[in-house]
């Protein structure tokens, strides 16, 4: 399985692009890099998953450098409400244990 | 479309006492997996269930144990509730393959006094 390390907190403002960089040096050709949205007393979202270069949806991007060895999490133009935890996760993605770590907590400030 | 069900949403229990925490979903995914999330940590995965009929241990599986009944439901009980089992329990299911990824429950409440 391959270990992922992120920063543990970040403070942001409202309006500001936030980056969250995630590293998983091990990182096995197969396996994909997921991202999840937790906020208090819910269980976790799926926000952006990609296998390598850039991927876009209407909430974030994900950059993800040729070696494949770290993934940014790119959430722009915060606002008070993306106060959350946020997860990074990397697997095969079928039927695997797959292991979250201790997340990102992002703080958007007014 | 309920996707990922979990019940109770909340239980109070003794020390010793058992209980079953139910998971149910609707969106035919054929992996399931049982989390414990404590106050300010991150998830911590105590069983899954890759496809139905087959269950594996986590990374914390000590003091509960698991069914796979059908394709739908995944149950985990605890046998003998210790303190230390107070949690907030997270169901997930996951369909598989390209674009996927896992689809959680709202969670269940757990103290076990």
């Known amino acids: 399985l391959a270990k992922t390390t992120q920063p543990i907190s970040m403070d942001s403002y409202e309006g500001q692009e936030v980056n969250i960089t995630c590293s998983h040096n091990n990182i096995a050709t197969n396996d994909y890099i997921t991202w999840y949205q937790q906020f208090p007393s819910q269980g976790p979202r799926f926000i952006i998953q990609g296998y390598k270069t850039k991927v876009t949806n209407e909430v974030a991007s994900l950059f993800i450098p040729a070696d494949r060895k770290s993934s940014t999490l790119s959430l722009p133009r915060v606002s008070l409400s993306d106060t959350a935890v946020y997860y990074c996760l990397v697997g095969i993605n079928y039927g695997q244990n797959f292991v979250f770590g201790p997340g990102t907590r992002l703080s958007v400030l007014p | 479309n309920a996707g990922v069900t979990q019940t109770p949403k909340f239980q109070v229990l003794k020390t010793g006492q058992s209980m079953t925490l139910q998971c149910a979903q609707d969106?035919?995914?054929?992996?399931m997996y049982w989390y414990r999330q404590d106050p300010g940590m991150g998830l911590r995965l105590i069983y899954y269930s890759a496809s139905e009929g087959t269950t594996d241990k986590g990374e914390v599986p000590n003091g509960y144990n698991v069914s796979r009944l059908n394709k739908r439901e995944f149950s985990l009980r605890l046998e003998s509730a210790a303190p230390s089992q107070t949690s907030v329990y997270f169901c997930a299911t996951l369909r598989g393959g390209e674009a996927n990824a896992q689809h959680f429950g709202d969670g269940t409440r757990l103290s076990i006094l």
């Open positions: 969106m035919n995914h054929n992996s």
